[in-house]
């Protein structure tokens, strides 16, 4: 598998954006697991690495990881750093599945064997993997210059939209049929907007992280494809063989006065449709850790907080077990993923009925990206308000949770949000309509 490296601390600080772009002008397989660009907290880590030519092998790993009290500096030390996508994980569950994106790999993960490591709170910075290739980074770290002003998008131009907004509309009455029905009660419905032109992934991730500052952003680079990603929710963190996941589900803007901001913060919180599909989802998700975890370990640490970023409110629940022992990535995988957060329950009729509904794949939305230690540890996040990248183009998918309560109109203009600012990224507009 994979081994541990030694971390050499630099003697200063240095900026995390002027060294990617460094790397990313000079290497063709690059990471950033971006913590925010006016983080205080939490870890980032920047390097380049090698095409896992079997991705399937990473599914072996053990899991476990050091305890928080255990971790001496750097919790990340080497291991991969990667995407999985939506359409593999829905067949491995026994759902029907979209054929795949014939231009972005299922799987994509790279060898993280030399990196930089970023630690926001004390603002130290480490250079990880062996001597020779944590020095070359180190070098480079220093002589990183302030990156250019990121260059504005390309004219705008109109996205294609894999539905119209008066279909969407329809979707969601489709789901509140199957509600009724007692086929699901609570389900994810997706679409997709599309760009025919290619983009200039690194600038776009550099609008993006601007636009929309997250705690889990990221751009990963494979043979070509790019993932940019400017996501907020933590899909799953296993350390001292405790598995976490932080659904989300519930969204607000930011106020543009304190008063004004207290009381979106605080109609999110009370609102009914937004607490029932919290709920929902944080039942589903202790199912699904509990096949994997000892029996009477699986709680919930958090219900229903308000977490406050610079540009959302979000309603954020915690769930946490204790893994079994031998529990395999591949193991924690086959139980929880895809994320009930980005299906519906029950996961497997939710996903059977999104697949009739959304007519094409998901792709690396709705799948989820970070990193995998050779030591059991991870830290993966849902790929959400992201972008994907190819040699002909890219695209950015966008949905949100139907209940029995969802207003139509109100869920067409939730994924205009949600979608907006991935997609103006990269010089595209939304349709009319959304």
Not at 137 to 158: F, I
Not at 324 to 352: C, N, Q
């Amino acid at each position: 598998m994979s081994k541990e490296y030694p971390a050499v601390p630099l003697d200063a600080w240095v900026d995390p954006e002027a060294v990617f772009c460094a790397l990313a002008d000079g290497a063709d397989d690059v990471f950033w697991l971006d913590a925010g660009p006016t983080a205080t907290a939490g870890w980032s880590f920047l390097g380049t690495g090698r095409r896992e030519e079997h991705p399937d092998s990473v599914r072996e790993v053990a899991l476990g990881g050091p305890t928080t009290d255990e971790i001496v500096g750097v919790p990340f030390r080497g291991g991969w750093v990667g995407w999985l996508s939506y359409e593999d994980a829905a067949a491995r569950a026994g759902a029907p599945a979209a054929e795949p994106d014939a231009a972005v790999p299922q799987a994509a993960w790279l060898r993280a064997e030399s990196f930089l490591a970023f630690d926001h709170a004390t603002r130290r910075v480490w250079a990880v993997g062996e001597e020779a290739d944590a020095a070359a980074l180190a070098s480079l770290a220093r002589g990183a210059v302030p990156p250019h002003p990121v260059p504005p998008p390309p004219t705008a131009v109109e996205a294609s939209a894999r539905h119209r907004p008066d279909e969407y509309a329809g979707l969601v009455e489709r789901c509140r049929d199957h509600i009724r029905e007692g086929d699901a009660y609570q389900l994810c419905l997706t679409t997709r907007f599309t760009l025919d032109r290619p983009v200039d992934a690194v600038a776009a991730y550099r609008r993006l992280r601007t636009a929309t500052p997250s705690h889990h952003g990221g751009f990963i680079r494979v043979g070509g494809v790019a993932l940019a990603s400017a996501s907020p929710e933590q899909f799953l963190e296993v350390g001292g063989g405790t598995v976490r996941t932080k659904p989300i589900k519930g969204t607000r803007p930011r106020g543009a006065t304190p008063d004004e901001d207290a009381a979106l913060a605080a109609e999110l919180r009370a609102n009914e449709k937004e607490r029932a599909e919290n709920v929902m989802i944080v039942d589903l998700m202790r199912n699904d850790l509990s096949r994997v975890c000892e029996p009477g370990s699986v709680g919930v640490d958090g219900l229903l907080e308000v977490e406050s970023y610079p540009a959302v409110h979000q309603l954020v629940s915690t769930v946490s077990g204790r893994l079994l022992p031998g529990t395999t990535l591949g193991g924690l995988l086959d139980a929880a993923f895809p994320a009930g957060s980005m299906t519906g329950a029950p996961k497997l009729s939710a996903m059977t009925i999104l697949h009739e509904l959304e007519r094409g794949p998901r792709g690396v939305f709705s799948g989820c990206f970070g990193w995998v230690g050779g030591d059991g540890a991870l830290d993966l996040a849902m790929v959400i308000r992201s972008i994907v990248a190819h040699a002909n183009g890219a695209y950015v998918g966008a949905g949100g949770g139907i209940t029995w309560r969802s207003d139509p109109p109100a869920e067409v203009a939730e994924v205009g949000i949600k979608a907006r600012a991935p997609l103006a990224a990269i010089g595209a507009t939304l349709p009319p309509g959304w």
